[in-house]
């Protein structure tokens, strides 16, 4: 059975940083690719980053470069969302989801995903 779990979210201040993983069971990322979205209340959800299964290539929202950094562990079943200087516009829910295989759209298209986990809540004020 194919599951996602996030966790680390939390309340921190401007410029603060925070890692959120994303755990996942019933398959890894030898053979599947995984993106980091967020939604804030009243938006549409928002593709933030997104890491390949050989990790040789990772992707960045534009909103996000420069200060988010993914990574994966070398056993294949934890991604990482490194999230350094926050913003008060950081905040949101943040989703792992397993990218449909084949492609189906570009990395940042929340359609492409078929698999969701439960989203951690990032709140970023002081």
């Known amino acids: 059975q194919v599951q996602l779990v996030e966790s680390g979210g939390g309340l921190v201040q401007p410029g603060g940083s925070l890692r959120l993983s994303c755990e996942m069971s019933?398959?890894?990322?030898?053979?599947?690719?995984i993106g980091w979205f967020r939604q804030a209340p009243g938006k549409e959800r928002e593709g933030v980053s997104y890491?390949?299964?050989?990790?040789?290539?990772?992707y960045y929202g534009e909103s996000v470069k420069g200060r988010f950094v993914v990574s994966r562990d070398t056993a294949g079943k934890t991604v990482y969302l490194q999230m350094n200087n926050l913003k008060p516009e950081d905040t949101a829910v943040y989703f792992c989801?397993?990218?449909?295989?084949?492609?189906?759209?570009?990395?940042?298209?929340?359609?492409?995903?078929?698999?969701w986990g439960q989203g951690t809540q990032v709140t970023v004020s002081s």
């Open positions: 989801a397993r990218r449909r295989y084949p492609f189906t759209s570009t990395w940042d298209d929340p359609a492409g995903y078929n698999y």
């Open positions: 019933g398959f890894t990322l030898d053979y599947y690719t």
């Open positions: 890491i390949s299964n050989s990790a040789s290539r990772p």
